[in-house]
T-cell receptor, first 112, second 110 residues
């Protein structure tokens, strides 16, 4: 069974541009979480989608947004990129809100 | 962003010894706690979880202890092996989201 897959693996953007990151959850999972992991820091919660709707978001500005598609895959969009947005962005999926979550390998976003 | 606190950022343990990684959480309303292991270049991997109605749960070579009185969580790894070298994160389920700590790096000494 395939795990959580994220694309692209690496992404380089310049300041002010937009980045789109994609996540495919494990088959059957309806929840997708997005996390930001800046160098040397823990995982900061970004967004939670379940059944196509945004259920919760962390303390990030509105330029961080996303959506979940009918097939439960998800996109994370970051607009007006800033240098501090450089980080590893991790996606996780689960069957519900508070259960075991499985992580993808992440997308390394570098803003130059 | 939010995070659950950790006592130590780095822990060095002799191979074969037991490792104990500690974590403090702040919200007494949290009802579910998870430990994750993240190896270099990989996403976090689920190790073990525990519900707030329990104070101990055992897995293969790992034990999680929960002390709700002092809001403390620990992960014990028995007979630490080189493959245990990683960053370990505790996480709590709070307000329908999973909040992670900063992580503890576990070094295995030969």
């Amino acid at each position: 069974e395939a795990g959580v897959t994220q694309s692209p693996t690496h992404l380089i953007k310049t300041r002010g541009q937009q980045a789109t990151l994609r996540c495919s959850p494990i088959s059957g999972h309806t929840s997708v979480y997005w996390y930001q992991q800046a160098l040397g820091l823990g995982l900061q919660f970004l967004l939670w989608y379940d059944e196509g709707e945004e259920r919760n978001r962390g303390n990030f500005p509105p330029r961080f947004s996303g959506r979940q598609f009918p097939n439960y895959s998800s996109e994370l969009n970051v607009n007006a990129l800033e240098l501090e947005d450089s980080a590893l962005y991790l996606c996780a999926s689960s069957w519900g809100g508070s259960t075991e979550a499985f992580f993808g390998q992440g997308t390394r976003l570098t803003v130059v | 962003g939010e995070s659950v606190g950790l006592h130590l950022p780095t822990l060095s343990v002799q191979e074969g010894d037991n490792s104990i990684i500690n974590c403090a959480y702040s919200n007494s309303a949290s009802d579910y706690f998870i430990w994750y292991k993240q190896e270099s270049g990989k996403g976090p991997q689920f190790i073990i979880d525990i519900r707030s109605n329990m104070d101990k749960r055992q897995g293969q070579r790992v034990t999680v202890l929960l002390n709700k009185t002092v809001k403390h969580l620990s992960l014990q790894i028995a007979a630490t092996q080189p493959g245990d070298s990683a960053v370990y994160f505790c996480a709590e389920s709070r307000d329908d989201k999973i909040i992670f700590g900063k992580g503890t790096r576990l070094h295995i000494l030969p």
